[in-house]
């Protein structure tokens, strides 16, 4: 199943809490930062729509910076980013570094196509374009050197003796290792086509005596492949070369059994992973340094253990790192320790004040299918006579679907500066068009309610518009009263007349 924009979503929240963000493009920018580099001559070359096809063509491996002007990260990174492009234009050959404006009109359409979903976006462009993919390295020159230096190089190394070992092999790292009888073949050239896709995830090596790897065995049969990682039982085999097959023994094997969420950088990395996956997602969440920690982590191990069949990861997360995912599942601090499940299509069961003996139990009602899902709503408003009306979580799907009625629906934040500044253009286009009887303009906050799945929600805000036959268009016209009421009165009319096409065609039959 493909990753859902709420999980991508939620991993920007994440990169907040983990390490340098990338800020949403609809949130506006936090000013600060360093500025670029001094004037002069860049190194960095400034792409845009009309010039990047020909600059992919022309370099066969770039690395391409999708940003926005008024992006602190950005402006952070950017001193950074030139700084590497002139150490790395002197490499043999030149590694080339270049940026496009991404919140720039023009160059909107390219930010789609290469799925930038925040900022600044890194993109690896290998062999002319053909192969992209996502920079996942340093923000600093002196990382970002090194990460691309290596990047360039072969994605697997061959380890020729037992220092090659100590060269390559971290132990604080996932690295893995083809060990074969010769270095051709089906068995080879499969294992180098995965390690050239994942090259930019985990470390690979390859080699014809097991007995220099760590826990090697020279008796061992060959072929096979080799995982190491610093969690779990560290070392994991696989004699299986089919490409798909490896790829599912690789991500399968390079993330704990559970994944814990705190402060830990090290842990980093597999948080990443685990909101990145499709599949359900356990996650216990509780205080690790007061309370009976070591009952509930031995109790939620067990229960990873004993489900390790079914399609669902786990995580235990201490609360004091984990406030970004609070905040995303608007969860309490009051419910803790709790446990919430988060099906991939937003879905979310919860039970708050768990005991560590009653997790196994709770997660075998999730499997059969007696829980019921959690949603998270205001109170409906016993009054709401105000020109915008206020729609909640257990009421919006009567009045946005089944109200009969236009209805044009805002999701904000409180704390959003631009839906502050939408709020009376809002209002001022709900009295404009109050002789309207089938046009309602809503609201909701999406930070205290859980927005239908219908809707996919970016950033802030979020405006949809919903016909009387549930047709829903996203709104992309102007931010003034008048396009708003344009916007209304344009799709209104379409939903008309496609309500009365539809009766003529009954009428005729």
Same mark, same amino acid.
């Given at each position: 199943?493909? +990753?859902?924009? /709420?999980?991508? #979503? ?32 860049e190194?960095?070359l ?41 150490e %790395? ?5 030149? +590694? ?7 919140n ?43 990460? %691309? ?14 220092e &090659?070992?100590?060269?390559?092999? &971290? ?22 086509? /995965? ?11 390859? *080699? ?20 190491f990682?610093?969690?779990d039982?560290?070392? /994991? ?9 490896l790829?599912?023994?690789i ?26 996956s ?10 690790? #340094? ?12 067990g ?15 201490? +609360? ?10 608007k ?9 919430l ?10 039970k ?12 075998k ?33 009567d009045?946005?679907?089944? #109200? ?13 500066g ?13 009295? *404009?068009?109050q ?10 906050d ?20 919903? *016909?009387?036959?549930?047709?829903t ?16 009165r ?8 496609? *309500? ?10």
């Amino acid at each position: 199943m493909a +990753i859902s924009r /709420v999980w991508i #979503s939620l991993l920007l929240a994440l990169a907040v809490v983990l390490s340098a963000p990338a800020a949403r493009a609809e949130d506006g920018g936090a000013e600060g930062g360093e500025e670029a580099a001094a004037a002069g001559t860049e190194a960095v070359l400034t792409l845009d729509a009309d010039n990047i096809d020909d600059a992919v063509a022309k370099h066969p491996f770039m690395v391409v910076e999708f940003y926005a002007p008024w992006c602190g990260h950005c402006k952070k990174l950017a001193p950074e980013y030139e700084k590497a492009a002139q150490e %790395l234009s002197k490499h043999d050959p030149p +590694i080339v570094l270049a940026k496009v404006d991404a919140n720039d009109d023009k160059n909107k359409p390219l930010a789609t196509k290469y799925e930038v979903q925040g900022f600044p976006t890194l993109k690896i462009f290998r062999n002319q374009g053909k192969n992209i993919q996502e920079y996942k390295g340093p923000r600093e020159a002196e990382g970002i050197v090194e990460y %691309l230096k290596k990047q360039l190089g072969p994605a697997s190394k061959e380890i020729k003796s037992t220092e &090659d070992v100590s060269t390559f092999i &971290d132990d604080k790292k996932i690295y893995i290792v083809g060990i074969f009888t010769e270095l051709s073949g089906t068995e080879f050239t499969n294992f180098m086509e /995965v390690a050239e896709k994942l090259r930019s995830d985990y470390d690979f090596g390859h *080699t014809l005596h097991a007995n220099h790897l760590p826990r090697g065995d020279a008796a061992v049969e060959k072929p096979f492949v080799r995982l190491f990682k610093p969690f779990d039982e560290l070392v /994991v085999d696989s004699k299986d070369f089919d490409v798909t097959a490896l790829e599912k023994f690789i991500d399968a094997s390079s993330t704990p059994k559970v994944v814990t969420f705190d402060k830990n950088p090290d842990n980093h990395p597999y948080l990443l992973k685990f909101f990145q996956s499709s599949s359900v997602k356990a996650m216990l969440f509780l205080n690790f #340094s007061t309370g009976p920690f070591d009952s509930f982590n031995s109790a939620y191990y067990g229960a990873a253990e004993e489900f390790k069949d079914k399609e669902i990861k786990f995580l235990i997360g201490d +609360i004091e790192a984990s406030q970004g995912a609070f905040k995303y599942f608007k969860l309490k601090e009051d419910q803790v320790p709790l446990i919430l499940i988060q099906e991939s299509d937003s879905k979310k069961f919860l039970k708050s004040h768990v005991e560590p003996d009653q997790i196994v139990s709770w997660l075998k009602e999730y499997f059969d299918g007696k829980l019921s899902p959690f949603r998270k709503s205001e109170p409906i408003p016993e009054v709401n006579n105000e020109p915008v009306k206020v729609v909640v979580a257990d009421n919006v799907h009567d009045v946005v679907f089944k #109200s009969g009625k236009n209805v044009l629906v805002e999701f904000y934040a409180p704390w959003c500066g631009h839906c502050k500044k939408l709020a009376p253009i809002l209002d001022e286009a709900a009295k *404009t068009l109050q002789s309207d009887d089938d046009v309602i303009i809503a609201k909701m906050d999406a930070t205290e309610n859980d927005p239908p799945s219908e809707f996919e929600i970016q950033g802030y805000p979020t405006m949809y518009f919903v *016909t009387p036959s549930g047709k829903t268009v996203s709104y992309d016209g102007g931010r003034t009263a008048d396009d708003i009421v344009e916007f209304i009165r344009k799709n209104k009319e379409t939903a008309g007349l496609a *309500t009365e096409k539809a009766g003529s065609a009954t009428t005729d039959e």
